[in-house]
């Protein structure tokens, strides 16, 4: 029991991850990713080829972030300047090229038998209790810290600026800001954080395989950033814990439904998903925790 | 030469039953301004209802198609009502999220009820025609001839009918079309009555040719977002000729490529086609 508890966390830790990094690209600047989970998976098999080829895990991590932002730039260069509904459209072809790349290209991703005995750092030292306690602690450690520098991110000009692309792009452009510019640092920014989350992912199962990576795991996040609150760092956290739970409670919910195959099971699981998030985005589109936009700085009066 | 020629045909016929779920995702971006992601899961369900038309029922292929049109067009409208509509107020990209929730909801009532075991159409079997060296299954021709079919109904439709007309006219200039006195509700029902119909029946002309499973619709959604994109967002004429394009891109490009990446070819293709003509081959802008 105390061992699913723990799993369970570590995973609410790297959803949250992600629901950062989507919250960064969608509450910010007002795009939306839908390779979400292409980015986890390059992520996680960046960090575990580098491991795999001797290197420290810290450089394997080091690796994914680089990786996932420069991809991340590659993927949306070509978009940027065009409608939002563009960007949309390649992310979600881009997450799918991910997976038949990890599914053909044996000699690197293994295919579809998957890369096993990734690197746990300090397994050995702290033994299997010990370890996932430690990793549990550090996952969350990395998300109050990267918590904690978006929030701090939205409150700077950068972030003022990025909200005000958001609401009107050609308004901050005429108001002298590199609207280009700051999508592109923004998109780069945040799948470096997807990348990252995929390979504490990776390193936390040691073992990877495309399956790992469906789309689900990208309508998930969704649902986690809508119902935390777009626009606001601690409701993306927020709604990650509460979607994690509300799939582990489905699960338990359906293992009471009697005469239903198993398929039918997995089915109903992925059909309260989506209805989950229909009804937020109709019910509570600003979330549990609506974006709270700071007053504007009071102007010096004239005569003062 | 040969191999270039075959590749050709094959890549006009794909591009050709590409076109229709294409059209219908087009229509119904045209007029009411979102992509819709459900549409994967209107062409499963078109497939779904037309195998059940066709091998439970024992219809022939060209009643089952007309089933598949009917059933997913309702179910289009009445899903559009119900889990869309209310939110067209808030942007596309809302409502595009919407129908990515849609989509995993409709495909997995198709998989509760069916499973997801591949199911294959009860047709007759037939040798390839061959012309020289060129070989042509019977089946896809007769796909072919029912799609050509189904794409001139569409633009008769569009091109002469009053409801055609105010779709169009939605499409161009929804403003205007209102003061012309024409009810913006009512075009949307129609359109997504159409569109969802269209890529219920490409469900199952792409089905024909193989065997169908619940996630037969979802691996169509990238052919023909790159389609759409390749002919131009938004523009019908475009996603036909982006179809064809496309098709033919994906067979040239397998006889230098391994077959698993055919999804892939689509995806490299639009990237090509945004970096140096967003606006595709017959669409109007893209920013």
Redesign the interface.
């Known amino acids: 029991m105390l061992s699913y508890v723990i799993f369970t966390l570590t995973l609410c830790g790297i959803y949250a991850l992600l629901a950062l990094s989507l919250n960064l690209i969608w509450g910010g600047v ?1 795009l ?1 990713n ?1 390779g979400l989970a292409g980015f986890f998976a390059v992520g996680a098999y960046a960090s575990a080829i580098a491991t795999g080829a001797g290197a420290p895990v810290l450089i394997g991590w080091g690796a994914a972030l680089v990786v996932g932002a420069v991809v991340g730039l590659v993927v949306t ?3 940027l ?6 960007l ?3 992310t ?3 997450a ?2 991910i997976r ?2 990890a ?2 290209e044996r000699w690197l991703t293994k295919g579809s038998d998957g890369i096993s005995g990734i690197k746990a750092p300090l397994k050995a030292e702290l033994g299997l209790q010990g370890f996932s306690l430690f990793y549990l602690g550090l996952v969350t450690l990395i998300v109050l810290v990267v918590w904690a520098l978006l929030r701090r991110l939205d409150l700077s000009p950068y972030g003022r600026a990025m909200k005000a692309i958001r609401e009107d792009q050609q308004l901050a452009a005429f108001a002298g800001k590199a609207v280009l510019r700051f999508k592109l640092q923004a998109f780069a920014l945040s799948a470096a954080i997807a990348a990252l989350s995929g390979a504490l992912y990776a390193h936390f199962q040691s073992y990877i395989s495309p399956d790992h990576f469906q789309p ?1 795991i990208t ?1 998930y996040i ?2 986690a950033v ?1 119902a935390g609150g777009v626009g606001r760092p601690s409701g993306a956290v927020l709604g990650a814990y509460l979607v994690v739970i509300f799939l582990e409670a489905t699960r338990f919910a359906t293992e009471w439904l009697p005469g239903l ?1 198993p ?2 099971i ?3 699981r ?2 309260m ?3 989950a ?2 009804l937020v ?2 019910l509570r ?1 600003q979330g549990i925790m609506p974006e709270r936009i700071p007053k504007a700085p009071r102007q010096p009066s004239p005569t003062a | 030469m040969t191999l270039l020629l075959q590749a050709l045909i094959n890549g006009l016929m794909t591009g050709a039953l590409i076109a229709v779920p294409a059209i219908g995702f087009s229509a119904i971006f045209a007029v009411l301004r979102y992509p819709n992601f459900a549409i994967a899961s209107y062409a499963t369900i078109g497939a779904f209802a037309a195998w059940w038309a066709n091998a439970v029922a024992g219809l022939p292929v060209i009643p089952a198609l007309a089933i598949a049109f009917a059933v997913t067009g309702v179910v289009g409208v009445v899903a559009e009502e119900t889990a869309l509509k209310r939110l067209r107020d808030n942007g596309a990209l809302i409502v595009a999220i919407a129908s990515i929730a849609l989509n995993l909801v409709l495909e997995n009532i198709v998989r509760f009820i069916f499973g997801n075991d591949m199911k294959g159409y009860d047709l007759p079997l037939a040798r390839d025609l061959r012309f020289g060296e060129l070989r042509i299954g019977p089946q896809q021709l007769q796909s072919l001839a029912l799609s050509v079919v189904i794409m001139a109904a569409m633009f008769l439709f569009l091109r002469y009918t009053r409801f055609g007309k105010a779709m169009r006219a939605v499409a161009d200039n929804p403003d205007l079309a209102r003061l012309k006195g024409i009810d913006p509700a009512r075009i949307a029902i129609v359109t997504v009555f159409l569109g969802a119909g269209l890529s219920g029946v490409g469900g199952v002309l792409i089905g024909l040719d193989t065997s169908i499973d619940p996630l037969t619709g979802y691996r169509v959604l990238l052919s023909v977002f790159a389609a759409a994109v390749l002919g131009g967002l938004g523009s019908i004429p475009g996603a036909v000729v982006g179809a064809l394009a496309l098709g033919i891109a994906e067979e040239l490009a397998l006889i230098a490529v391994p077959a698993t990446y055919r999804t892939a070819v689509g995806f490299v293709a639009i990237l090509i086609m945004l970096t140096f003509r967003p606006r595709g081959i017959l669409g109007e802008r893209a920013t």
């Open positions: 007002g939306v839908l260069f070509a978009t300047r065009l409608r939002d509904d563009y949309a459209i390649v979600l072809g881009f799918e090229v038949l790349v599914l053909n689900l309508i969704f649902l809508t195959q398929v039918q997995a089915a109903m992925e059909m998903i989506g209805v998030l229909i985005l109709h589109p």
